[in-house]
């Protein structure tokens, strides 16, 4: 079952904190946004073993875009 980790808000990716077949637990930070100056952490919302990721550094993301993918 994949789980879809979302951006909270709009703004930049600032830096990937993850990669393709790590294994991450629920709190992990998986990316960090940057909007308005401020660093927003993403974190995963369950356990699991990141599957997929979506965005690259710098890239600008809306609220509710996926970022990562995990199984």
Same mark, same amino acid.
């Given at each position: 079952m994949?789980?879809?980790?979302?951006?909270?808000?709009?703004?930049?990716?600032?830096?990937?904190?993850?990669?393709?077949?790590?294994?991450? !637990? #629920?709190? $992990?930070?998986? @990316?960090?946004?940057?909007?308005?100056?401020?660093?927003? &952490? %993403?974190? !995963? #919302?369950? $356990?699991?073993? @990141?599957?997929?990721i979506?965005?690259s550094?710098?890239? &600008? %993301?809306?609220?509710?875009?996926?970022?990562? @993918?995990?199984?």
């Amino acid at each position: 079952m994949a789980i879809d980790v979302a951006a909270h808000i709009t703004g930049t990716v600032w830096k990937i904190e993850t990669q393709v077949g790590a294994k991450v !637990a #629920s709190g $992990d930070v998986l @990316v960090i946004l940057e909007s308005m100056k401020m660093e927003m &952490p %993403v974190e !995963a #919302s369950d $356990d699991g073993t @990141v599957k997929e990721i979506r965005c690259s550094e710098g890239q &600008p %993301v809306n609220e509710g875009d996926v970022l990562v @993918v995990l199984e």
